[in-house]
């Protein structure tokens, strides 16, 4: 097993985070239902304060081995539907429902949405009997959330509640889907076929996987009796939008437009490792926000968005998940493993469209909340697009929803253990309060985020490489110093009247395959950061 760890600090400004007053703080309860079961990377609509939860899976992080990964064991086979207020659970099997119905929703990582009182479910991907085989399935389906809920709670006939379409575009999972105005988007994840294999698609019983390079856009005609779906032109796009397993969020932009943030994701082309950076999409296309790199959490979580109208904020709050970075005794640490974290942190953008990140003072328990959803309470003031009003909601600790599921891990870094036994689907719900205290404490700004040298470490021990990719700000030299614990330079680096733009630096260094505790300093003519780097094999 090998664990890379890297400790950033600032030389520029001997800080890696500064103290900054809150716009909100929040407050975790756990909350036990008897009844209710695990379940991680589902669907869920609501009506009321019932919830109808859909596919997903009952068991933990998924295992390594082909024969045991995504196996059928683990699928959620039934439809649930749950009232927090009454601590009430309803199940019901899927017997009634047409073959290609049952077979979807109770795929994993499928792509959802509920627009009034219908849930759109696209995609997922799980285990196909009538295929004999792993799938991801090409569906659009439909759900009645009032009329699906009362057959739950009655035994009543799901059928007449539940339409399904199919055309090969939908034909993903693990990406995201939302709406701005009346035009669906559907955007990143992957279409994957067979049995998972982390040795690649060439290995033991192999794999296809495409990733969705589109952001994919159509309208559903609401008042049509069978599901009528238009597309939009869509253009490829292999670079930002090969991202899957990450995070989307309605935005209310300053001018008041509505708009969507993709947040974080994986994996790039050039390590399996995540993205950084975020898109930003409203009626007039997607771009990049300059400037700004996320750290904080970078796979699927339970998230929620909240919008300032006095200040024009706009905030994103990530509760636990899996992240690539994660703060430990006073350091800032890159892991490479993407460990579980414990990290409550919030993305905000300021009305000029300057992005920043901040770790919020408290954690979650244990390493939860990936693969969880975030369920808000029905009467919590909402934009259209699902925004929540901050400035609408009372200053008082306030309950204003769920941490619904998830993943429970044992440990941080597990994906190299076997017995599938270190993580389960979490029956733990916790009741989500939000407090606008003048008091509270601070929040941290991680100044790392907003570099301007945006930098990225890649350790490879086993080729004894550290790949540096940096964006240089201006023209001039560029030093870079490897030394070991004990102060010794073991590689020096200096690129004379190195050009401006983004830099991706591959140091050889034989001590690195030894594994140990280095230092990797970087100076360039506008900012130096200090690295420490931590190998472990």
Request: with cysteine; glycine share 10%; aromatic share 12%.
């Amino acid at each position: 097993m090998k664990r890379i760890f890297i400790l950033l600090g600032f030389i520029c400004c001997g800080l890696l985070a500064i103290a900054q007053s809150s716009p909100f703080q929040i407050a975790l309860e756990p909350l036990e239902i008897k009844g209710m079961p695990g379940m991680q990377s589902f669907a869920f609509g609501q009506h009321g304060d019932e919830w109808l939860l859909v596919g997903g899976r009952v068991d933990g992080m998924h295992r390594r081995q082909p024969f045991a990964a995504f196996d059928s064991a683990g699928h959620n086979y039934q439809l649930v539907v749950v009232s927090p207020t009454r601590s009430m659970v309803w199940t019901a099997g899927m017997g009634d429902l047409p073959i290609s119905i049952q077979e979807q929703l109770s795929a994993t990582n499928p792509e959802f949405f509920q627009d009034g009182n219908t849930l759109y479910v696209i995609g997922g991907y799980g285990y196909s009997p009538s295929l004999g085989d792993h799938k991801t399935y090409e569906f659009l389906t439909a759900i009645d959330i009032t009329g699906a809920i009362q057959a739950i709670q009655t035994g009543g006939k799901l059928a007449p509640y539940f339409r399904q379409i199919s055309d090969p575009k939908f034909a993903v999972a693990g990406g995201q889907l939302a709406k701005i105005q009346d035009t669906f988007y559907l955007i990143g994840g992957h279409n994957f076929g067979g049995r998972y294999n982390p040795m690649g698609p060439d290995r033991g019983p192999g794999f296809v996987q495409h990733y969705n390079h589109y952001p994919r856009t159509f309208q559903i005609d609401e008042k049509a009796t069978a599901l009528e779906v238009t597309f939009g032109e869509s253009v490829a796009d292999s670079v930002l939008l090969h991202r899957r397993d990450y995070n989307l969020l309605p935005q209310i932009l300053p001018d008041g437009r509505q708009g969507l943030m993709a947040y974080s994701g994986v994996f790039q082309y050039k390590a399996d490792i995540p993205y950084l950076n975020c898109l930003l999409f409203d009626e007039r296309g997607y771009a990049p926000v300059a400037g700004f790199q996320q750290h904080y959490q970078q796979y699927h979580c339970a998230k929620l968005p909240l919008f300032s109208k006095a200040t024009r904020e706009m905030h994103a709050l990530f509760l636990g998940g899996i992240s690539e970075y994660y703060d430990s005794a006073g350091m800032h640490v890159l892991d490479c493993n993407v460990p579980f974290v414990k990290t409550i942190a919030r993305v905000t953008r300021d009305a000029s469209g300057q992005m920043r990140e901040y770790k919020l003072p408290v954690e979650m328990p244990a390493y939860l909340g990936a693969s969880a959803e975030f369920i808000p309470i029905a009467a919590l003031p909402q934009y259209p697009n699902g925004v929540i009003k901050l400035d609408d909601l009372p200053a008082e600790k306030t309950l204003i929803g769920y941490v619904v599921g998830g993943i429970h891990s044992s440990d941080d870094n597990i994906f190299w253990v076997n017995e599938g036994e270190h993580s389960s689907a979490s029956t733990q719900l916790f009741k989500v309060f939000l407090s606008k205290s003048p008091t509270a404490p601070a929040d941290f700004e991680q100044l790392q985020s907003t570099s301007p040298l945006q930098l990225e470490v890649i350790p490879d021990p086993f080729k004894a490489i550290l790949f540096v990719d940096f964006l240089n700000p201006t023209v001039g030299d560029v030093n870079l110093v490897f030394t070991n614990a004990k102060g010794k330079d073991i590689l020096k680096k200096t690129y004379s009247a190195m050009g401006s733009g983004a830099q991706h630096l591959a140091l050889e260094c034989k001590q690195l395959k030894k594994g140990g505790r280095f230092f990797l300093t970087v100076t360039t003519p506008a900012a130096s950061l200090h690295l420490k780097v931590v190998v472990e094999l």
